[in-house]
């Protein structure tokens, strides 16, 4: 049974620190990785989605890794900014697509 | 952007009642599904439906749920005979290659 875990459960930042998130999942046959971004009493935004083929992938200042050997991903956020004070949350699709599972999420707090 | 709606936003419903929970998903995407957050909690896969049918459910969505594509367009979840336990953040998501779109939720209050 699939499992995701996520650390730290918070963080908490001055404003223009570099950051890495850590989701670990338990099962390596997954077909994709999505992070997320949850803001309070909202929906949830895509950030970046990694197929399972894929080693990392960019966007602005957000970067995520994966290596499914391991079963970790991380995201990395440069230069932190009040504004990514958030929840981020990893989602792990299962091979075949149809099931996802997520972690609890790293509640983010960049302090101005 | 197209984007994914979900109504109501908000439905308050007694114990017992059926509630229906509507979602419009991304118009050229092709696999759909449903999932809930208690407050604090994570987010729960709930359901997914693929050509016309559930591809997978988890143990959550027994037989006091069901989801129907009614017309092409909907997506809706039902919840036959609502438990207190039952009220939480319900996520519509609609994905095509993969990459999952959730919509704004519909925030359920079973009284």
């Known amino acids: 049974k699939q499992e995701v875990t996520q650390i730290p459960a918070a963080l908490s930042v001055p404003e223009g620190e570099n950051l890495v998130l850590n989701c670990s999942f338990t099962?390596?046959?997954?077909?994709?990785l999505q992070w997320f971004r949850q803001d309070p009493g909202k929906g949830l935004t895509s950030l970046l989605l990694?197929?399972?083929?894929?080693r990392e992938q960019t966007s602005g200042r957000l970067n995520a890794s994966l290596d499914k050997s391991s079963g970790r991903s991380t995201l990395y956020i440069a230069a932190s900014q009040p504004g990514d004070s958030a929840t981020y949350l990893c989602?792990?699709?299962?091979?075949?697509?149809?099931?996802?599972?997520f972690g609890a999420g790293t509640r983010l707090f960049v302090k101005a | 952007e197209p984007e994914v709606t979900q109504t109501p936003s908000h439905q308050v419903t007694q114990m017992g009642q059926e509630v229906i929970l509507r979602c419009v998903p991304i118009?050229?995407?092709?696999?759909f599904y449903w999932y809930r957050q208690i407050l604090g909690q994570k987010v729960e896969f709930l359901v997914s439906?693929?050509?016309?049918?559930?591809?997978?459910k988890s143990e959550i969505f027994d037989d006091q749920f069901s989801v129907e594509r009614p017309d092409g367009s909907n997506f809706t979840l039902k919840i036959r005979s609502t438990k207190l336990e039952d009220s939480a953040m319900y996520f519509c998501a609609s994905s095509a290659q993969g990459r999952q779109y959730f919509g704004p939720g519909t925030r359920l209050t079973v009284l």
């Open positions: 099962d390596s046959a997954i077909y994709n």
């Open positions: 118009s050229n995407h092709l696999y």
């Open positions: 990694i197929q399972s083929s894929q």
């Open positions: 989602a792990v699709l299962n091979t075949g697509g149809f099931k996802t599972i």
């Open positions: 439906f693929y050509n016309n049918e559930i591809s997978e």
